[in-house]
């Protein structure tokens, strides 16, 4: 029994490995400077994190802030819309591989997740520059949109009108 434990633990230990491997590929390859100085924080945040709580599990599992799901939460963070305990613990239970964890735990990771995002000030601005910047030019394509929509709609409105004021117009003339 005692052997299956460690092959299995061994058998965890090397697909968190090749899990973080991979997601540092995907994160090395074409990435805007917001994402790979948010990558870098996310893992600066796994690293201090598990230096300062050690894996005291049976190992039968993958800790939560070694999981992909986190690392795919955080990777959606906003510098506008914080990420909550509760929303992250509800994206790790919906992983089984994940040991359960306790709030406080979360709290903590957030927490420091936050401080390492207030050391790169210029984080805001990278963001604003490659996130916000497309997303007005798609808001202002969608507004041009919208106000070529509304003329032509007027424009078939005020002829529509027009066309029905000359009807009753010689109606009356008659």
Partial sequence: MAAISLITSIALKIAAKKGQEI????FK???????????????????????????????????FYESSTVVEELLNYSLFEDI??????????????????????????????QSNLSKIPELRKLEIEFNFKDRVAKTYELLTQLTSTFNKTIQEIDNSLKGEFHIQLNEIKE
């Fill in 84 to 113: 909550t305990p509760d929303s992250l613990e509800d994206a790790i239970k919906t992983d089984s591989r994940i040991l359960p964890s306790e709030i406080e735990a979360i709290k903590e990771f957030l927490n420091l997740f």
């Fill in 29 to 63: 390859g074409d990435r805007n400077a917001f994402e790979q100085k948010l990558w870098q924080v996310i893992n600066d945040t796994m690293t201090q994190f598990k230096k300062s709580h050690p894996n005291n599990s049976d190992n039968k599992g993958i800790q």
């Fill in 23 to 26: 997601i540092e590929k995907i």
